[in-house]
């Protein structure tokens, strides 16, 4: 399973560290991403990171957020800097991975609420 944790209430142009621990399972490959979703709108990919250590970011955060992960704490990290209203939202991390030539499996960790007020 994921658990989420970090968010909370912030002025614009400050920041968060959003966390995701991970349990439960191994993947040999795998990559873990945060998203997020605003009231009325579509859930919104923002970030992710893979066991090969690839990284991506949507432009709409990228400058501004930054993923990380520690694997000795099974943990991956969202670095929020300079947040603006617009970042207002639930945010969510998943985990999509393989391992021993099984097809893929994805895991979903609960949401945590950020809300930047201007």
């Known amino acids: 399973q994921l658990q989420a944790s970090g968010g909370g209430l912030v002025q614009a142009g400050g920041s968060l560290r959003l966390s995701c621990i991970a349990s439960?399972?191994?993947?040999?490959?795998?990559?873990f991403g945060w998203f997020r979703q605003a009231p009325g709108k579509e859930r919104e990919g923002l970030s992710c990171i893979s066991s090969d250590s690839a990284e991506y970011y949507a432009d709409s955060v990228k400058g501004r957020f930054t993923m990380s992960s520690d694997n000795a704490k099974s943990t991956v990290y969202l670095q929020m800097n300079n947040l603006k209203a617009e970042d207002t939202a639930v945010y969510y991390c998943?985990?999509?991975?393989?391992?021993?030539?099984?097809?893929?499996?994805?895991?979903w960790g609960q949401g945590t609420q950020v809300t930047v007020s201007s």
């Open positions: 998943n985990v999509i991975g393989s391992s021993g030539g099984g097809g893929p499996r994805i895991y």
């Open positions: 439960g399972f191994t993947f040999d490959n795998y990559a």
